[in-house]
């Protein structure tokens, strides 16, 4: 860190004055002879050349502004998971096992048939038969990947013909079909799951048996009755899909996203308050057998010095806007401010180690000096007030004591956190026994050194300690049912400003953030 030094600069007009004044009265009296008017004339230009020290006897004025941080947009992740493992346990529930019985008697299991016998050709009777079985499933199976899920359900059909032309009491035949249904999701502006599902199935042995050399097929028999299986999953999976609870996830994060951060706990206190404005969906994806939908939250990002500022005001959750999230980022702004009470000791302890030995002061010599109180404050035209009462002596001369106060600008450059005091300049004062020493030491480079070192050094600190911090603050943040997780990837810094509430530097920062609901197990 390269420490500025500046130097004082002020007009030392004291007793070198008097004693000039009171030469050229003295010349003015010997060389003219005088009325008791012109000795009054004299001794007022005496005494006006002698006040020339035209030096303020107060203090500076106190700065009362107070840093204001102008507000940032950000755009959050918010990445909604759902577990496809309940919809499949809700689906197991609504669709029963035994899904359809049949029972037909009389029914034709083998039409009539022309047979040529000899020269003749006669026609067999219509074989009548009864027809009964029942179609079971077998457990269910979602999977699914990129943008659809598939239901699989296994079925078992065992499908019997009784009483066959009064000959064959009963014949069975098993058989055994696989339903297959494709869902595709769709959100709905109140964001509520939607679907459209698509489904087919296919024998992979049709029901038949055999009898007198033919087959009976009972396929159309049992595509009637599979027909209404079909028209019930279609009901059922849109319906079910709400066990994916996806829109109530969205609201509690929408919902939950209102309260400030405390990225700071003290010296000072640093809050951001998050005031989510819009919610945009991109589209879902499906993997590993969860649903992730894509949603971007754009929020204003404030930061806070001081007190836990209010809660923004709530609002309900918005309509759904389908535009493709931007890329997740969170841009914050942190005011890094050195507080004027803070400043005090550092600057004693630097000011008190250098009084060990003795300042070289033009004109004077060595001159011993003891400080009792620094006072350091913000005052107008973005300056900081140094106020130092100490007392000093040159050898051999008279002691002098009382308050000096200084001024000084804090500058840096862009993204550069090397801070220079310029214009460090005697603004002041105070109940002084011995002004000239007082005014000649505060102009030497070994005061304005020391405060202005002191000033630099304790400023880096507060930077360094007050953004590692902040870094770890959002790395992961619990607030309430959501965990805000952010990386901060750039940090930029601005000019230095002395206002009323500290010596504040601007920062932004720019990273990658998401915000999603904590786990079930620590929210309860």
């Known amino acids: 860190m390269k420490n500025t030094t500046a130097r004082a600069t002020v007009s030392t007009p004291s007793r070198s004055i008097a004693e000039a004044a009171g030469q050229i009265a003295g010349a003015f009296f010997r060389e003219n002879e005088l009325s008791s008017v ?15 020290d035209r030096t303020p006897r107060e203090a500076p004025p106190r700065a009362t502004d107070t840093i204001s941080v102008p507000p940032q947009t950000s755009t959050m992740d918010v990445p909604i998971v759902a577990d496809m493992d309940k919809l499949a346990a809700s689906l197991e529930q ?9 029972d037909k ?33 077998g457990p269910l199976v979602l999977e ?14 065992a499908i019997s013909a009784r009483d066959v032309g009064g000959v064959l009491s009963r014949e069975t035949a098993e058989a055994d079909a696989r339903v297959r249904a494709v869902v595709r999701l769709d959100i709905a502006r109140d964001w509520s799951p939607r679907a459209t599902v698509s489904i087919a199935y296919d ?3 049709e029901p038949h048996v055999d009898f007198l050399g033919q087959r009976i097929e009972f396929t159309s028999k049992a595509d009637a009755k599979l027909a209404g ?22 609201a509690q994060v929408w919902g939950s996203a209102f309260p400030p951060v405390q990225l700071n706990r003290a010296n000072p206190p640093v809050w951001m308050r998050i005031t989510p404005r819009q919610l945009s969906y991109g589209g879902y994806t499906i993997s590993r057998n969860r649903v992730n939908l894509a949603l971007g939250m754009t929020a204003g990002t404030e930061t806070f ?15 759904m806007t389908r535009t493709q999230p931007g890329p997740g980022r969170i841009l914050f702004a942190i005011p890094v401010i050195a507080d004027y009470p803070q400043l005090e000791p550092v600057l004693a302890k630097a000011l008190a180690k250098r009084s060990r030995r003795p300042f070289e002061v033009p004109g004077v010599g060595a001159v011993r000096a003891q400080f009792h109180q620094v006072t350091v404050y913000g005052t ?8 130092l009462r100490f007392s000093a002596a040159a050898e051999g001369g008279e002691p002098a004591q009382g308050t000096i106060w200084l001024t000084a600008t804090p500058r840096n450059a862009v993204n550069d956190r090397r801070v220079a005091f310029d214009d460090l300049t005697v603004a002041g004062v105070a109940d002084s026994v011995g002004t000239s020493l007082l005014l000649k030491l505060a102009n030497t480079p070994g005061i304005s050194g020391t405060v202005s070192a002191a000033l630099t050094q304790n400023f880096e600190k507060d930077f360094d300690k007050l953004i590692g911090k902040i870094t770890r603050a959002i790395d992961e943040k619990r607030i309430g049912d959501i965990i805000v997780r952010a990386r901060v990837t750039d940090v930029r810094t601005g000019q230095l400003k002395a206002a009323g509430q500290g010596v504040y530097l601007p920062v932004w920062g720019r990273g990658t953030a998401t915000i999603s609901l904590a786990p079930v197990r620590a929210r309860n």
Do not use: N, Y
């Not at 000899?118 to 079971?136: D, E, H, M, N, S």
């Open 105 to 137: 008697p009389g029914q034709t299991c083998l039409p009539p048939k022309k047979v040529k016998i000899l020269f003749a050709k006669i026609k067999t009777p219509a074989i009548q038969c009864r027809i009964t079985g029942t179609v079971v499933r």
């Open 203 to 205: 024998w992979t042995d």
């Open 305 to 319: 010095v001081g007190d836990r500022p209010p809660d923004p005001q709530r609002r309900p959750l918005p309509d």
């Open 229 to 250: 299986v079909v028209e019930r999953l279609e009901r059922s999976l849109p319906q079910e899909l709400g066990r994916l609870q996806l829109r109530e996830q969205i």
């Open 380 to 387: 107008t035209g973005d300056k900081i007030a140094v106020g």
């Open 94 to 102: 609504a669709v029963p096992r035994r899904l359809w019985s049949i």
């Open 144 to 157: 699914g990947s990129g943008k659809t899920i598939i239901v699989t359900m296994p079925l078992h059909a």
């Open 38 to 52: 012109s000795i009054v004339s004299a001794l007022l230009c005496v005494a006006c050349l002698s006040g020339c």
